[in-house]
Structure formats: structure tokens, C-alpha cells
């Protein structure tokens, strides 16, 4: 049934990607996309070794699952948007002061300390901060990124490795 399953899914590459319309994220969606990827703990636990293939095929299931809501979305578009809540988050870890409104959903990362981690620094600053100015919806999500930016100068790339 997998098998079946797998070649449903369309593969798109990058390039096309970046040609399409971004979608609109809503609570909605975002609360289901928590959810998805908690429920598929290879793509966020640490100690799990999944291939690339694998990983993307769970972000194009999920995108599938998605454009129930949005015909725009592809695992690109979700695993950008995975990256940039990632990314939040482990803000709101290392900064207490920083109140991010979807660090309780997030917190089953507090499971082992190197959870999420495969997606720290898989954005480049320059990415960050523009998707920062397109899902960021307060002032200090923007500001958490400006000033935060140290952070990113060490690390550089997991994704994948």
C-alpha cells in the first residue's frame, strides 16, 4: 500500500517551486501541519536516520494533506515553513523572554535535546528574514531574527548531512 501510495504523489523540484504562488498559512493550517510532523516522528526526532527521499516524501504527504485547504502547497513551500517554525522555536528555547505563540505545540521537541536540530541552519539568513516578513504575524518574531542573527554564523547546512 505504501508503494501505491508513494507514486501518487507528484515529485516537484525546486525550480518549479519557486516558480508557484506561495500559500497563505492560517492557524488552521498551521496547528495541522504541528501536528503532521508530530506524528511522523522521523522527520523530527534526532535519533532517527532518515534518507532525504524519505524525509521529502513525508513533506509531500503532508503537502498533499494540505492542499485540502491550499491548492498551492507542495513540500517546498511546507518544508520552508517547517525550517522557519524550527527555527522559532529553538529562539523561544534559548531565549525565555522571547513568548512565541506556538512554542507549547512545538514542545514535544523538549524530548531530547537534539530534536529539530536537522533544520537548524538549512535557511540562509537572507532566506530567514524574508520568510520572517511573510509567516511572521508580530513584531517580536521580526526582532527575535534581527537580533538573532549571531546564532546563524556557526552553524550552516544540517539538513540532510
Given amino acids: 500500500m505504501l508503494r501505491c501510495k508513494k507514486e501518487q504523489l507528484d515529485v516537484l523540484s525546486v525550480e518549479e517551486a519557486s516558480l508557484k504562488e506561495r500559500p497563505v498559512?492560517?492557524?488552521?493550517?498551521?496547528?495541522?501541519?504541528?501536528?503532521?510532523?508530530?506524528d511522523r516522528r522521523a522527520l523530527w526526532d534526532a535519533r532517527?536516520?532518515?534518507?532525504?527521499?524519505?524525509?521529502?516524501?513525508?513533506?509531500?504527504?503532508?503537502?498533499?494533506?494540505?492542499?485540502?485547504?491550499?491548492e498551492r502547497m507542495n513540500e517546498w513551500s511546507v518544508l520552508d515553513k517547517w525550517c522557519w517554525m524550527v527555527e522559532m522555536y529553538m529562539r523561544t528555547v534559548e531565549r525565555?523572554?522571547?513568548?512565541?505563540?506556538?512554542?507549547?505545540?512545538?514542545a514535544f521537541h523538549n524530548e531530547f535535546a537534539a530534536n529539530g536540530v536537522q533544520y537548524i541552519g538549512s535557511l540562509t539568513p537572507e532566506i530567514l528574514i524574508e520568510l520572517t516578513?511573510?509567516?511572521?504575524?508580530?513584531?517580536?518574531?521580526?526582532?527575535?531574527?534581527?537580533?538573532n542573527m549571531s546564532f546563524k554564523s556557526g552553524v550552516s547546512g544540517l539538513i540532510f548531512k
Avoid at 525565555?96 to 512545538?106: E, H, I, N, V
Avoid at 516578513?133 to 537580533?147: C, D, L, M, R
Wanted: hydrophobic share 40%; proline share 2%.
Fill in 48 to 70: 532517527f536516520r532518515t534518507s532525504k527521499e524519505k524525509t521529502m516524501y513525508y513533506f509531500r504527504e503532508i503537502a498533499s494533506i494540505l492542499s485540502n485547504q491550499d
Fill in 133 to 147: 516578513s511573510v509567516y511572521g504575524e508580530t513584531e517580536a518574531e521580526s526582532q527575535e531574527i534581527k537580533v
Fill in 25 to 38: 498559512w492560517n492557524d488552521t493550517l498551521r496547528g495541522i501541519l504541528v501536528a503532521l510532523v508530530k
Fill in 96 to 106: 525565555p523572554s522571547f513568548d512565541w505563540r506556538f512554542k507549547g505545540a512545538m
